[in-house]
Nanobody, 127 residues
Framework: QLQLVESGGGLVQPGGSLRLSCAAS????????IGWFRQAPGKEREGVSC????????NYADSVKGRFTISRDNAKNTVYLQMNSLKPEDTAVYYC????????????????????WGQGTQVTVSS
């Protein structure tokens, strides 16, 4: 059974940092593009960042460029999202998603591009 599990969320003050992890079980991630998404209450799910299966290509939403960094360790079957300089507007449930066919070089930030999803982890940025 293919499963993605997010971890690393929590409460952080504005300007702080968190690192989210997306671990896979039941399959190996090294053939999959991975995307990070977030959804705040009352808002649509939006793409935050994505990374190709090899890690050679990445993409970021304009709202997080320069603050967030996506990376992957295929040996650990895990993808990370390092989030720095966090703002209250970053507050949301963060999800990771995987797909065999998503092409990060030309997109990868649309929820419709991914087949497998995790359950999400809450990130709250507040003083």
């Amino acid at each position: 059974q293919l499963q993605l599990v997010e971890s690393g969320g929590g409460l952080v003050q504005p300007g702080g940092s968190l690192r989210l992890s997306c671990a896979a079980s039941g399959f190996t991630l090294d053939r999959y593009a991975i995307g990070w998404f977030r959804q705040a209450p009352g808002k649509e799910r939006e793409g935050v960042s994505c990374i190709s299966s090899s890690g050679d290509s990445t993409n970021y939403a304009d709202s997080v460029k320069g603050r967030f960094t996506i990376s992957r360790d295929n040996a650990k079957n895990t993808v990370y999202l390092q989030m720095n300089s966090l703002k209250p507007e970053d507050t949301a449930v963060y999800y990771c998603a995987a797909d065999l066919y998503t092409i990060v070089a030309i997109g990868g930030l649309g929820p419709y591009e991914y087949e497998y999803w995790g359950q999400g982890t809450q990130v709250t940025v507040s003083s």
